[in-house]
């Protein structure tokens, strides 16, 4: 951008987007701290979303045109808009479950299964609806829960493995047209490789009395919650927000981990003596709220005060990209 000795002012239009974007992502927060937005205002920005499509329609028809930027605008005013609203309300009020044009009322025939090996792998794979996970038997999974037409979910199972995903609909956004409720209960005998996908919707998850070997999760635009604080054992955690929530209970054990937020809010909640080394991203629209917890920043860094002698070492990578991380919240993890 520059200004000529004439007063005439030009734009790079390269960077007009971003500056839409950056200007709306940081107005947001500041009229919500100031009073001019409520939380419902806010919560019902992320309902802007169809205005992407209409604004890639418009780029599309103006593009051989001298408007043709114009379209770029409104996605990414949008976009500036529903990361504002996120960075605002911590990504809660994306998703309460409640995405799918009908309720899940009917019940699906139950399945069962086990495991015969001392280790397994399970993914749960759920497109729009509600989730929720918890530990039982020793060897044994169930699988129970509701939707539209009693058909259920899409199993496959065997003696180390088991996969439960939605049923493939059909068309670009059938993803938000049924609602489903699944419970699934997990074995608490062999080590479990355990992945979570989420596509609209909400999970919670009580893996206590597990042992595990790695726990990945991926929300997109979804709210979840993690219990990992009476895991048997556990090695490694990943996760992946794309416009999410995720609250995440960590272990009273040794581990390792990846998270990433993308439009997305995490909070952390540690136990009581563990030590904690967290690493960040260097994003301009990030938040770290990691002081007032005893924690030492060096660099990019915030470190446990003898760390390095902790009996319990925690430590994770964690990148926000306009998004936001919270260790030990007054509301807690739930």
């Given at each position: 951008?520059?200004?000529?000795?004439?007063?005439?002012?030009?734009?790079?239009?390269?960077?007009?987007?971003?500056?839409?974007?950056?200007?709306?992502?940081?107005?947001?927060?500041?009229?919500?701290?100031?009073?001019?937005?409520?939380?419902?205002?806010?919560?019902?920005?992320?309902?802007?979303?169809?205005?992407?499509?209409?604004?890639?329609?418009?780029?599309?028809?103006?593009?051989?045109?001298?408007?043709?930027?114009?379209?770029?605008?409104?996605?990414?005013?949008?976009?500036?808009?529903?990361?504002?609203?996120?960075?605002?309300?911590?990504?809660?009020?994306?998703?309460?479950?409640?995405?799918?044009?009908?309720?899940?009322?009917?019940?699906?025939?139950?399945?069962?299964?086990?495991?015969?090996?001392?280790?397994?792998?399970?993914?749960?794979?759920?497109?729009?609806?509600?989730?929720?996970?918890?530990?039982?038997?020793?060897?044994?999974?169930?699988?129970?829960?509701?939707?539209?037409?009693?058909?259920?979910?899409?199993?496959e199972s065997d003696a180390s493995s088991l996969d439960v995903r939605s049923p493939d609909r059909n068309g670009p956004f059938t993803f938000f047209s049924q609602h489903d409720d699944w419970n699934v209960t997990l074995p608490t005998g062999p080590k479990l490789d355990v992945n979570l996908k989420l596509n609209a919707g909400s999970s919670k998850a009580n893996l206590r009395g597990t042992s595990i070997g790695r726990v990945d999760i991926e929300l997109n635009a979804g709210a979840s919650t993690v219990d990992l604080g009476e895991v048997a054992a556990i090695e490694r955690l990943e996760a992946g927000l794309n416009a999410g929530s995720l609250g995440i209970s960590l272990p009273n054990h040794s581990m390792t981990g990846t998270i990433e937020a993308n439009a997305g809010s995490v909070k952390l909640c540690a136990p009581d003596g563990a030590g904690l080394r967290l690493r960040t991203g260097e994003s301009i629209i990030a938040g770290y709220d990691y002081g007032g917890h005893g924690l030492v920043q060096n660099g990019n860094t915030w470190t446990t005060p003898g760390y390095d002698t902790a009996a319990v070492q925690i430590d994770l990578e964690t990148r926000a990209n306009a998004g936001s991380f919270t260790l030990n919240p007054e509301d807690g993890c739930d």
């Open positions: 951008m520059g200004l000529g000795y004439g007063g005439a002012m030009h734009v790079r239009r390269g960077f007009l987007g971003w500056g839409v974007f950056l200007i709306l992502a940081g107005t947001v927060p500041l009229l919500v701290r100031s009073g001019f937005l409520t939380d419902e205002q806010v919560a019902n920005l992320w309902t802007l979303w169809p205005l992407i499509l209409v604004g890639i329609g418009v780029g599309l028809l103006l593009s051989r045109t001298r408007y043709g930027f114009v379209g770029g605008l409104i996605v990414a005013a949008t976009f500036g808009l529903m990361v504002g609203g996120l960075l605002s309300s911590g990504v809660s009020t994306i998703s309460t479950g409640s995405c799918g044009s009908e309720a899940a009322t009917t019940a699906f025939p139950p399945r069962d299964g086990s495991f015969s090996g001392s280790s397994a792998e399970v993914t749960l794979q759920l497109n729009c609806g509600k989730l929720e996970v918890a530990a039982g038997q020793a060897d044994g999974w169930h699988v129970e829960g509701h939707d539209r037409d009693g058909s259920g979910p899409e199993i």
